[in-house]
């Protein structure tokens, strides 16, 4: 896919690749091989018909194929620019044997591009029935609550999601930059989900301004808690308390939701230095090291603990932090963070390590080599090691289970909780994921609650 050239995309938060124009879609769609028993669907958290789909746009019926994927993914442009498709539907591509499985999910992205910028509305997406009288209310606007909420609307039940912060889309939104999802297509999409009937109020924290048991005598009969991870890990070192530390939460916050990249036109400013490490290797550490990049760092380094081949990131954002110039430090873990008299990062003491056994994770362990310590020298280091659930809520619910990392304990079928009109899912009961398995979790809530109101 054409993309923006890496010397002129550092310089900018544009979107990188610029996706499909018309006849490029067609010819890739026409690659899809239309099998009986497709795999692909079966890689698919949401059950997108994808062979249904792409053989609409093979046959240049745009409109078709985004009224196909609607009927069960109201976030179509969102999952076609950051769902890691090279891990589920693509990876079960019959070509993926010859090493050139079809570009799921760009055509994804293309038929929702398509749909929005020529103002084309699927007209399956309106009510299907009417239920009056039964209000569910969905905590976070999340991709997990969203989807939730939108399959309940669907259904014809009062929907209210209740949004701690002033916009919705969750991490969608405070997490990923413009050059992977641009804002307006996340807003567009929220828009749509809010046609269907759901209603969002914003700046509502459930646990603080209202608790469920009061939203339950208010006559909400049900409740689906996404209300996802937003509790930034740190690696307990000395030294993380010094100015120029970030977590990466408020880092990309920062950046994304208050767009301090684009400071002073906004109120929120951002201190980055000419040297910056991150810490981690995930899709958050890789966005964070690229926003950084663009905010005018000259070296920018990713340190972490254990090989290229371990990396949580998705390939093709490695591919895109390696053509903008970040430099990986693999193998390394931070030990303590150096500051000067003024309390202000300087330095980090790393040392190496050799891969150990496979832990509990299943990637090898990384082991220290001793006497291998190291001074790196930077002005800024973004943590970057993942995020846990924030407790305000769960702290408020009598009796709600919960494991030992805090997470809510629920079916991974039907997302039920221990409480039985308590329904949860995404992140805030598998820890940090990607948007698509926090998406398939609301869908499969939103079935379970349905059942649930209608037993």
């Not at 994804?108 to 239920?131: C, G, L, M, T, Y």
């Not at 969002?200 to 048991?213: A, H, L, M, Q």
Request: aromatic share 6%; net charge positive.
């Amino acid at each position: 896919m054409r993309e923006q050239n890496p010397k002129e995309r550092i310089k900018n938060f544009n979107e990188v690749p610029y996706g499909y124009n018309k006849e490029e879609a067609i010819a890739e769609a026409s690659r899809c091989l239309q099998c009986k028993k497709p795999p692909c669907v079966k890689g698919c958290p949401v059950e997108v018909n994808i062979p249904a789909f792409i053989l609409a746009i093979k046959e240049d019926r745009f409109l078709d194929a985004i009224k196909i994927i609607k009927e069960t993914n109201n976030l179509p442009a969102v999952c076609g620019r950051v769902c890691p498709q090279e891990d589920q539907c693509e990876k079960l591509c019959v070509l993926q044997k010859k090493g050139n499985p079809i570009d799921i999910g760009s055509l994804e992205r293309f038929a929702a591009d398509w749909s929005r910028e020529n103002k084309q509305v699927p007209i399956n997406h309106k009510k299907s029935k009417k239920i009056d009288g039964e209000m569910i209310a969905v905590i976070g606007a999340g991709p997990s609550g969203l989807t939730c909420a939108s399959d309940l609307a669907l259904l014809g039940y009062k929907v209210t999601i209740f949004e701690a912060l002033h916009k919705p889309g969750g991490v969608l939104t405070y997490g990923i930059p413009e050059f992977r999802l641009p804002k307006n297509i996340v807003m567009d999409e929220v828009a749509a989900i809010e046609y269907l009937g759901v209603n969002v109020k914003y700046n509502f924290v459930i646990g603080k301004i209202k608790s469920i048991d009061e939203l339950r005598q208010e006559g909400y009969k049900a409740f689906y808690i996404a209300s996802g991870a937003g509790l930034p890990y740190f690696m307990n070192i000395p030294g993380e308390n010094l100015n120029g530390v970030y977590s990466a939460n408020e880092f990309l916050t920062r950046i994304n939701l208050m767009k301090a990249y684009k400071f002073p036109e906004y109120d929120t400013p951002i201190k980055v230095g000419k040297k910056v490490a991150v810490i981690g290797a995930g899709n958050v550490a890789i966005d964070s090291a690229r926003s950084a990049l663009r905010l005018g760092a000259e070296k920018v380094y990713i340190v972490y603990r254990r090989t290229e081949q371990e990396m949580p990131a998705r390939l093709d954002e490695i591919h895109h932090a390696e053509e903008e110039g970040i430099i990986f430090h693999l193998l390394t873990s931070p030990i303590k963070i150096l500051g000067d008299e003024s309390k202000e990062v300087k330095k980090i003491l790393c040392i190496k390590n050799k891969l150990g056994d496979p832990d509990d994770s299943g990637r090898r362990r990384p082991l220290p080599i001793a006497k291998s310590e190291f001074e790196m020298t930077t002005d800024t280091v973004v943590v970057a090691i993942g995020n846990g659930p924030n407790p305000i809520l769960q702290d408020t619910i009598k009796g709600l289970q919960l494991n030992r990392w805090g997470n809510i304990e629920a079916d991974k079928n039907t997302c039920i909780t221990n409480i039985k009109d308590i329904f949860a899912g995404g992140d805030i009961v598998t820890g940090a994921a990607t948007v698509i398995a926090a998406m398939g979790a609301g869908k499969r809530a939103a079935r379970a609650i349905n059942e649930h109101i209608q037993s």
